[in-house]
T-cell receptor
């Protein structure tokens, strides 16, 4: 199994630009999570989907952030417009079912200048 | 709501020393408990888990016992190696309450092991 795949692995952009992060969950997993990790705030859950439906987006920081899951094998997290304070490592994770282990991707390291 | 509290870090040890990282939790019902490890530049990966009281999870020489009476899940290893240097996260998964379906993580503890 390839594991959770994220792209790009690194992204450097300028303030105001749109950023799109991509995630391919493990095949057969029906829950998908987006996290953000920074030194200051630690690991934060942004949003999670179950069967492609957003269940809880209370962690999405503001309207500049949006996430979609058009099918079971793909999800995006978009930031528009990006700001320097969005600089962080963004992780995607997936899980087969409620009792299953949550598997994390390698992360996307985002730097907004 | 649910919460997880880990001991303050960072923790610095010499190789072959004994490791304990404390973890306590607050949750309603009967949560499952986990330890995740994050090596530099990587995502989190499951180290061990326990799903009910008195269960012991173990992996790679690490152990943790689910203690419901003290609401704790302390991580231990008898002899650490340099390769154990990483960030360790305690987490819980609760079927009930407002945390349904979501892992609740502690703040993480940085472990550095010197030769």
């Amino acid at each position: 199994d390839a594991g959770v795949i994220q792209s790009p692995r690194h992204e450097v952009t300028e303030m105001g630009q749109e950023v799109t992060l991509r995630c391919k969950p493990i095949s057969g997993h029906n829950s998908l999570f987006w996290y953000r990790q920074t030194m200051m705030r630690g690991l934060e859950l942004l949003i999670y989907f179950n069967n492609n439906v957003p269940i809880d987006d209370s962690g999405m920081p503001e309207d500049r952030f949006s996430a979609k899951m058009p099918n079971a094998s793909f999800s995006t997290l978009k930031i528009q417009p990006s700001e320097p304070r969005d600089s962080a490592v963004y992780f995607c994770a997936s899980r087969r079912d409620y009792q299953g282990t949550q598997y994390f991707g390698p992360g996307t390291r985002l730097l907004v200048l | 709501g649910d919460s997880v509290t880990q001991m303050e870090g960072p923790v610095t040890l010499s190789e072959e020393a004994f490791l304990t990282i404390n973890c306590t939790y607050t949750a309603t019902g009967y949560p499952s408990l986990f330890w995740y490890v994050q090596y530099p530049g990587e995502g989190l990966q499951l180290l061990l888990k326990a799903t009910k009281a008195d269960d012991k999870g173990s992996n790679k020489g690490f152990e943790a016992t689910y203690r419901k009476e003290t609401t704790s899940f302390h991580l231990e290893k008898g002899s650490v190696q340099v390769s154990d240097s990483a960030v360790y996260f305690c987490a819980l998964l609760n079927a009930g309450g407002t945390s349904y379906g979501k892992l609740t993580f502690g703040q993480g503890t940085i472990l550095t092991v010197h030769p």
